[in-house]
């Protein structure tokens, strides 16, 4: 994954790379590191650890520069440590990257057959050591163009050069990289986000893209090295806080304000006079639609499994459901009469992307559900559907989560309607008990206290199970993805009906057993199910909606959820499961907010 950020000023650089690097920890916090030229050399100062590390280290050494690269890591060759950390420098060049180079060990062989010595275990050594090289004989401009087709793989770099001081390079292939435009200063990074504090003009580079960035003016080539303009776009006025208020961490910040990003959402999409959902921009008349297929990773795919039962529940047509890192792979029979929906977060998630742009080159229609407007994958679909949930900071999504299965619940209704799969009367009603979500979602979070005691029981554990049959069965999914990624305890989630052919065999005395149950009409079903568990000792948390009623004496714990369509389960029976991991987490005193080895945004594949 990986953050960059590059800086050409008339000023000292250091303090905003720090601070833009803040922003951009979302990609990476395993190792940080930044480069200035300073006195004119090149002075690199790196660490393993957060940017607050970094930060002390320039606190007691300062590093002035007016020009500068910065770097935030997540390890994908080398252990995170200081010699593997970014950026990346000879005595003349040095590199900060986000992506993977494909062919790194075999340009390594060659470069150490011929004399080279490498320091790091990372691929974008070969990258420093190649322009090093190239440098002897070529212009900055003309180094960078011939060792960017010497690489294979994806990338986003921030280069500068001890012998060019005026200017930053930027290139890209794969990994997004923005540019950004103020008075006497101009910047290079991951996402406009992490510019956003320091102007709000900015420009996108294209796949093979290369800028030359000084302080007073950028200049953009294609990859046939001919000069280009580029829009610049004047980024939205986004007012919704990024601070903890007075929440422990984002996390539960960002569980606590579902009732509202829901809300929102439901105000962007629900016209109030009409009770009428409205979408105006698909790229393909939903009459006219003969199948669906939706993609994403983790979290977002789940969303998805969830949007499938819903639309094959509301309409006539074949849907289809991928997760984006197979997809891109698959020998995939393209129709032209589908709609191909994308659904990611942070918009930049390199398997989704991947999977978007080929979707893009065989020309059929696409849609993107996301909740960064200005993303990559929002700019390279047909149509653009936001979630409207505001930043999600906490690697573990939550907020974004039910916003996706929001759009795509409000979707599945409209495709309906239009195709007259379902009457205005059900249509109508749907709308009025959507609505009534945000205080649904408000009365559930009541039930912290209760969650706050079994997460005490559990969080000892060796592992757990999440079961639940229906729509319920990708909640399941979520709910021990959740756990996993938060607390590091294992979890699996599986279909309820499944459990006997084989999963049953992990079942020992004590084991926890989430059972997502519902009064749906798999309620019966999943009850027995329960049961079996129960026969072989498992510690039962029930999650159900049966107002109050006992299921059974065995149960550990029961939470009772308020009742509602039953469409809108998946909405809520999330949000207990949230909890849970939040709490258990809590427990295992684990990093909530940047659990380890992971990152927000997965820009390699
Ligand atoms: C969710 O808790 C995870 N951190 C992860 O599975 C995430 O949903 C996935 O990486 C996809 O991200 P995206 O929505 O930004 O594409």
Redesign the pocket.
């Known amino acids: 994954m990986c953050g960059i950020i590059g800086i050409a000023s008339n000023k000292s650089v250091s303090i905003n790379i720090i601070n833009a690097l803040k922003k951009l920890e979302y990609r990476g916090y395993d190792s940080a590191g930044l480069a200035t030229i300073t006195k004119g050399e090149i002075n690199e100062k790196k660490c393993p650890g957060r940017v607050e590390k970094l930060e002390k280290i320039l606190f007691q050494n300062p590093s002035e520069g007016k020009l500068g690269i910065g770097h935030v890591r997540w390890a994908t060759h080398g252990v995170p440590n200081k010699v593997n950390a970014h950026p990346h420098s000879s005595e003349i060049v040095s590199v900060v990257h986000n992506g993977i180079i494909e062919n790194s060990d075999e340009l390594k062989k060659k470069l150490e057959i011929s004399g080279q010595i490498f320091k790091s275990q990372t691929d974008t050594e070969v990258i420093t050591i190649l322009l090093t090289e190239k440098l002897k004989k070529l212009d900055p401009l003309n180094a960078v163009f011939e060792t960017l087709d010497m690489l294979k793989g994806s990338f986003a770099l921030g280069i500068i050069f001890k012998n060019f001081q005026d200017f930053v390079i930027g290139a890209r292939r794969g990994s997004p990289l923005a540019v950004g435009y103020s008075n006497n200063e101009n910047y290079l990074g991951s996402d406009s986000y992490a510019l956003k504090s320091m102007t709000n003009k900015i420009s996108y580079l294209d796949d093979g893209d290369v800028c030359l960035l000084s302080k007073d003016q950028i200049k953009f080539y294609n990859s046939k090295k001919e000069k280009i303009n580029k829009e610049i776009f004047t980024l939205s006025d986004d007012k919704s806080s990024v601070s903890k208020g007075n929440y422990k961490n984002f996390m539960i910040k960002e569980i606590f304000e579902q009732p509202i990003s829901i809300k929102t959402c439901l105000k962007e999409y629900i016209d109030k006079i009409r009770e009428e959902i409205n979408f105006y921009n698909l790229p393909i008349n939903p009459k006219d639609i003969e199948k669906i297929v939706l993609i994403?990773?983790?979290?977002?795919?789940h969303s998805c499994l969830v949007a499938k039962y819903w639309l094959e529940e509301l309409t006539s047509l074949t849907i289809e459901t991928d997760i984006a890192s197979e997809f891109r792979y698959r020998k995939v029979r393209f129709d032209k009469k589908a709609l191909y929906i994308f659904?990611?977060?942070?918009?930049?998630?390199a398997d989704?992307y991947a999977a978007l742009d080929i979707c893009k080159k065989q020309n059929v229609k696409t849609c993107s559900i996301i909740?960064v407007v200005e993303s990559s994958?929002a700019r390279h679909s047909d149509c653009v559907l936001p979630i409207h949930a505001g930043p999600e900071i906490g690697?573990?999504?939550?907020k974004?989560?039910l916003g996706?299965m929001l759009v795509l619940y409000l979707l599945s209704l409209k495709i309906s309607e239009s195709r007259k799969d379902i009457d205005q009367i059900q249509y109508k009603r749907k709308i009025i008990d959507l609505k009534k979500l945000p205080s649904l979602i408000t009365e559930t979070l009541k039930e912290e206290e209760k969650i706050q005691l079994i997460a005490k029981d559990i969080y000892t554990s060796k592992g757990s199970m999440f079961l639940g049959r229906g729509s319920s069965f990708p909640i399941a999914l979520e709910g021990a993805?959740?756990l996993k990624?938060l607390s590091y305890l294992h979890a699996e989630g599986y279909p309820a009906g499944e459990m006997k052919h084989g999963p049953l065999a992990l079942i020992e005395d004590g084991l926890p057993v989430v059972v997502i149950a519902p009064k749906d009409k798999y309620f019966e079903k999943t009850i027995s199910n329960m049961q079996e568990v129960i026969a072989r000792g498992g510690k039962i948390l029930l999650i159900t909606n049966s107002v109050g009623q006992v299921i059974s004496e065995n149960v550990r714990f029961q939470i009772d959820l308020p009742e509602s369509d039953l469409s809108l389960t998946p909405f809520l029976f999330s949000v207990p499961l949230q909890l849970l991991s939040y709490h258990v987490a809590l427990f295992k005193k684990c990093d909530i907010d940047k659990p380890r080895n992971?990152a927000?945004?997965?820009t390699v594949e």
Do not use: D, H, P, R
């Open positions: 994403g990773c983790g979290t977002a795919y659904v990611s977060q942070s918009g930049e998630t989704t909740n994958i690697v573990a999504s939550t974004a989560f996706q993805l959740k990624e992971l927000k945004s997965v």
